[in-house]
Antibody, heavy 119, light 111 residues
Framework: ELQLVESGGVLVKPGGSLRLSCAAS????????MSWVRQAPGKGPEWIGH??????????DYAAPVKGRFTISRDDSKNTLYLQMNSLKTEDTAVYYC??????????WGQGTLVTVSS | DVVMTQSPLSLPVTLGQPASISCRSS???????????LSWFQQRPGQSPRRLIY???NRDSGVPDRFSGSGSGTDFTLKISRVEAEDVGVYYC????????FGQGTKLEIK
């Protein structure tokens, strides 16, 4: 059974840093394009970035609100996706989901991890 | 950026009746490979989003056939042929042609 399990969400002060992890199982992680999608309280989902498989170059792309502050990486030997978040702002408060992407969109989603940015 | 606009934002439906949600994109979603990357997601209360439809009209595995998608270019529709109680939630369209952008959501409730 395919599973995506996010972890690392906590309460952090503005300007702080945080790293989220997503443990993948039940599929060939190294072949998958993976994304991070967040959802602020009471709002719709917002794609924040993705990482291609190493076969397809392993490159990353980011949405404008997080570009230069967030970094997505992967460790295929550990079947794990990461999201490094720096210079956090109150507007980054959200549930963060990792997704495996297929046919032009997030096919499978984790249960999400809550990040709260507040002083 | 591509803007996705859904209507209506609230959709009260009687059990067993059909429902329809419209989604319009600010630019064409036809990609250079000829595919149109428009997906539909369902988010039940307290759950993660779940993809229902990809590439306009393809149902993901396990999705009931009462859900169908149609459209082309910039105008798309999700239809539920007969609404059931388990369909309550928020529905989002999403374009995957120019990165990923979601619509603002349509809340389906039982009348």
């Amino acid at each position: 059974e395919l599973q995506l399990v996010e972890s690392g969400g906590v309460l952090v002060k503005p300007g702080g840093s945080l790293r989220l992890s997503c443990a993948a199982s039940g599929f060939t992680f190294s072949n998958a394009w993976m994304s991070w999608v967040r959802q602020a309280p009471g709002k719709g989902p917002e794609w924040i970035g993705h990482i291609k498989s190493k076969t397809d170059g392993g490159t990353t792309d980011y949405a404008a609100p997080v570009k230069g502050r967030f970094t997505i990486s992967r460790d295929d030997s550990k079947n794990t996706l990461y999201l490094q978040m720096n210079s956090l702002k109150t507007e980054d408060t959200a549930v963060y989901y990792c997704t495996s992407d297929l046919d032009g969109g997030p096919r499978h989603w984790g249960q999400g991890t809550l990040v709260t940015v507040s002083s | 950026d591509v803007v996705m606009t859904q209507s209506p934002l609230s959709l009260p439906v009687t059990l067993g009746q059909p429902a329809s949600i419209s989604c319009r994109s600010s630019q064409s979603l036809v990609y250079t490979d000829g595919n149109t990357y428009l997906s539909w997601f369902q988010q039940r209360p307290g759950q993660s989003p779940r993809r229902l439809i990809y590439k306009v009209s393809n149902r993901d595995s396990g999705v009931p056939d009462r859900f169908s998608g149609s459209g082309s270019g910039t105008d798309f529709t999700l239809k539920i042929s007969r609404v059931e109680a388990e369909d309550v939630g928020v529905y989002y369209c999403m374009q995957g042609t120019h990165w990923f952008t979601f619509g603002q959501g349509t809340k389906l409730e039982i009348k």
